[in-house]
């Protein structure tokens, strides 16, 4: 079952080692203590992504099931994330909520094709600094975002565009509330410092006990989730969008962003955690699970869902070793909203505000971000670009803009590193062959024939030197050749051979050998003349020199 590309974790684990009292044991803590985690954080997250407070529950609890249930890891937990707040936030701007709701099913249906087409192995080559780029820029939007609950700002429309929403800020700064100041910054030194004395019991939990009973007892003028949203429901339904199939080519562009988003953060989690237990997951399974949960969730009125890195974490220090425990998480939070909603309306938004502040922080990458920037250029260009287009225009723009140019600057990489050498620029050649006769020309190619090196070697092996008659190519250290670099490397042989110039090939690798037979290059060539080392093709050149020299002969005579 190890190659199968749907086979659950769960699956697997009681198939192999079955379940034993210790396990149970160790999974109900973690997942009782992720629970309690995850509430804040779902309410937190639906609120800054500009949703009623309970959507985030209600993708913390169906979600977060699905993907233990079903999911590729023995320890991930699923739910909202602070990466999606950015793109809900613009989804429902631009199409509303239901425009989202068909946005994540459509998002779900493509991370099924995802795991189905075997990509999981693919995803996990998105180059870091990108990862980088668009992590930190997502966390100096949420920042950006919780300015006016942290405040208490009374600001009726603030701009989505963030240099405008700065500006409104500045100008609104002369009305801050300092109840919701001083809430909001306690919460903050609250969550940081109070994990170095409790180990066990999250920081964000006793920071929203103490402000909430703070706030309700005092009557302090700050916005509560109640005075701003109402009632916490304490109910799960199903909610059938109004789909409009004229519209569908419009979601497609932010459904491939939420999927997009969702398989990298999932797998990188899941990476992660894989080293904290040292196991393996399975990525496709991964993302199939990942996939019908965000297909599932929208129709309970959720938002998009993935695996959650910080959450994941607490569920492996807390004693989580199997799905059970994020399965276990889901049903706390689910009897949480179910018999304690009533209470969690009177949390205040500054308090929240808070807690996504460090949530910011430590999705900001900072010390990766400044390790990128004393690096390659390259890495720098990709995560500079990828961070600002994040921040200033769009992070479906920076995520397309960032892997195309991720991708070229690969490729200007690979092509200045595939170079094509002389006898005279090769030591070894120079000193083994010294005495190389006059006729014969030996050249080197090293790195991949591809497109972006195609050129540069039809120039090179085009413009050989007047009287040579014989060229040997080598490729021993060619791994392997492209339709670019066929159809030019065909045309180039073309051109010897019209010049009277023999072609011998050395040191092709079986699986070169194989795709220039399919192009008909070995018949163009002569299958003679292809040889698996290279004194042997500077034996068989040398004979063929003497036989044109021999032929040549009564000519001259």
């Given amino acids: ?15 192999k080692k079955g379940y034993s009292k210790q396990d149970l044991q160790g999974d109900l803590l973690a997942g009782i203590i992720v629970g309690i985690v995850a509430l804040p954080l779902a309410i937190a997250f639906a609120i800054a992504s500009g949703v009623s407070p309970e959507k985030g529950l209600i993708t913390a609890v169906v979600a977060g099931f699905i993907i233990s249930f079903l999911g590729g890891s023995r320890v991930q937990i699923g739910g909202p994330t602070g990466a999606f707040i950015v793109i809900v936030v613009g989804i429902i701007e631009k ?26 192995a693919v995803l996990k080559f998105i180059p870091y600094p990108l990862i980088v780029g668009f992590t930190s820029g997502i966390a100096l939007i949420i920042f950006s975002s919780q300015v006016k609950d942290i405040f208490g ?12 929403k700065w500006a409104a800020y500045f100008n609104n700064f002369d009305k801050i509330n300092y109840f919701a100041l001083a809430i909001g910054l306690s919460t903050i030194l609250i969550t940081i410092y109070t994990k170095k004395i409790l180990k066990r019991i999250p920081g964000s939990i006793i920071a929203i006990l103490v402000m909430t009973a703070l706030v309700s007892i005092l009557k302090l003028p700050v916005a509560t989730i109640e005075t701003v949203f109402g009632e916490i429901p304490d109910k799960i339904s199903l909610q059938m969008p109004a789909f409009d199939w004229s519209q569908l ?15 990298i953060e999932s797998l990188l989690s899941a990476v992660v955690a894989d080293g904290m237990i040292s196991s393996n997951h399975r990525s496709n399974t991964e993302l199939i699970a990942q996939g019908i949960a965000n297909v599932v969730t929208p129709f309970f009125g959720g938002i998009p869902a993935t695996g959650a890195i910080a959450r994941t974490a607490t569920n492996v220090k807390n004693g989580g070793r199997t799905p059970v425990a994020g399965m276990v998480h889901a049903i706390v939070l689910l009897l949480i909203m179910l018999f304690l909603g009533k209470w969690a309306k009177l949390i205040p938004l500054s308090c929240l505000a808070g807690i996504l502040v460090v949530v910011a922080y430590n999705m900001s990458e900072m010390r990766s971000f400044v390790s990128i920037l004393r690096g390659s250029r390259y890495d720098v260009m990709v995560l500079i ?52 006769p006059k006729g014969i020309n030996v050249y080197e190619i090293n ?15 085009v413009n050989l030197e007047f009287g040579t008659k014989i060229t040997i190519i080598r490729m021993r250290n060619v791994p392997f050749i492209d339709s670019t670099g066929m159809h030019n490397f065909k045309d180039v042989i073309g051109e010897l051979k019209q010049k009277h110039i023999r072609v011998i090939l050395s040191g092709v690798r079986k699986e070169v050998y194989d795709e220039l037979e399919k192009a008909r290059v070995v018949f163009m060539v002569g299958k003679a003349n292809v040889f698996d080392n290279f004194p042997d093709a500077m034996k068989h050149a040398y004979n063929m020199l003497i036989e044109m020299e021999h032929h040549r002969a009564p000519a001259t005579s």
């Fill in 1 to 15: 079952m190890k190659d199968a590309v749907f086979y659950p974790k769960l699956l697997a684990v009681l198939r």
């Fill in 249 to 263: 080519v419009n979601y497609l562009q932010p459904a491939l962003t939420i999927a997009m988003l969702g398989a």
């Fill in 447 to 461: 790195g991949p024939f591809f497109f972006a090196a195609a050129k540069a070697y039809r120039e090179t092996l």
């Fill in 385 to 436: 670009t990828t961070f600002l287009l994040t921040v200033l225009f769009d992070l479906t723009i920076a995520i397309e803009i960032g892997l195309v140019l991720a991708a070229l600057l690969f490729m200007e990489r690979m092509s200045k590193m595939s170079k094509i050498s002389t006898i005279q620029e090769n030591e070894d050649l120079v000193e083994n062959y010294r005495d190389l």
């Fill in 95 to 120: 199409y509303g909520f239901d425009g989202l709701i068909i946005s994540t099913i459509l998002a779900g249906i493509i991370l099924i094709l995802f795991g189905l087409f075997r990509l999981g």
């Fill in 153 to 164: 700002l009374e600001m009726q429309n603030v701009p989505s565009e963030f240099i405008p």
